[in-house]
């Protein structure tokens, strides 16, 4: 896992790096401004309270960095260790009983492994974008980390799994207790409406490795 004290040292060195404080940042990014307090850093009986990585998420793509640079200022020295999280195709996500009704991997074979650091707060695993549904945004290979736990808003890319089996990336533009609603990423390919009964679970893209 990644150590607690050099995430938030990171967190403080992007911040500075744009001009910011650690409040401005996370202004910045959409959060609320006291979010990287000092004082959000432990917990009143002194457990560590690590950023999540929906916030780590977000200041990266306000500041327009990578989750390599960020990594970079975790550990200068690139000697950073590495955790594996389960990795499987969009094509294959659509098959069998690959996951847990939480939109979690389920044990069992056809999922593959890749390295991506441990933060300590949502379950993440990657899918492998397959054809070309979602270009230009992402290609054929490109890796998407997503979470299935991370809260989502109108505006976030997410992959969604329903009932049938149909695995979709696309935008949220809104989810109500009936239906939810999905802008395409790709012109060519049409928005969505799909009722909430249809829907197996719904993952938030956080990252993108292309």
Known sequence: MLSHDRVW??????????????????????LDATSFNKSKRTSPEGRDRWPSTESIAKILRATGATLEDFLRLVEPSGSLRRSTIPLISLT????????????????????????????GQEKVFALEVT????????????ILIVSPTASM???????????GGE???????????????????????EDRVIPAEEVAWVARIMWARQ
Not at 131 to 142: I, K, Q, V
Not at 168 to 187: I, P, Q, Y
């Open 9 to 30: 040292a990171a967190i403080d060195a992007l911040a500075s790096r744009h001009g910011m404080t650690a409040s401005g940042l996370a202004r910045k990014a959409g």
């Open 153 to 163: 808003r109108k505006g976030d890319r997410v992959v969604v799994r329903t009932t």
């Open 92 to 119: 294959q996500a659509g098959t069998g009983k690959l996951f847990t009704d939480e939109g979690l991997p389920a044990s069992g074979p056809g999922w593959d492994e890749i390295d991506f650091p441990d933060f």
């Open 167 to 189: 695995v979709l990336a696309k935008e949220l533009k809104r989810r109500s207790a009936k239906t939810l609603e999905l802008v395409s990423l790709n012109e060519a390919h």
């Open 131 to 142: 054809g070309d549904s979602m270009a230009p945004l992402y290609r054929d290979g490109d």
